[in-house]
């Protein structure tokens, strides 16, 4: 078995906020409240969704679309501000092809825990 060490670059993306406070806001700005607190509700669902979907496929069998859904997840997050999961989604579009399993189930549980904080951060409509 190899050992995986997480370089300095790997670890500033657990150093990324959780969120942009003004992201929210410049989208309400744009589509209004309502629309926005729509939005909102499909990213957390579909976000949801995207991490349980991570974890039920076989990275080697399925590289091509966890990197698909990598990067919608990645443009949602950054939509909404969500710096630190946007980041780590961006990491695994970048590097599905190539990622050990070790370091991709470590990428999944920094991916969830950024999702954690990010909800634990939702402004409130």
Known sequence: MFEVTVAPAELALDA???REPGAYAALVREIGEDGAGEVRAVFWSET???LQLFRTHSLAQHHARITREAHSLKSA???FGYVRLAALALRLE???ETLGDAA???LLDRMDAAYAAARAQEPQA
Do not use: N, Q, V
């Open 48 to 50: 949801s969704a995207r």
């Open 94 to 96: 970048k590097s599905a």
């Open 77 to 79: 997050a950054g939509t």
């Open 104 to 106: 991709f189930h470590d």
């Open 16 to 18: 990324e906020p959780a």
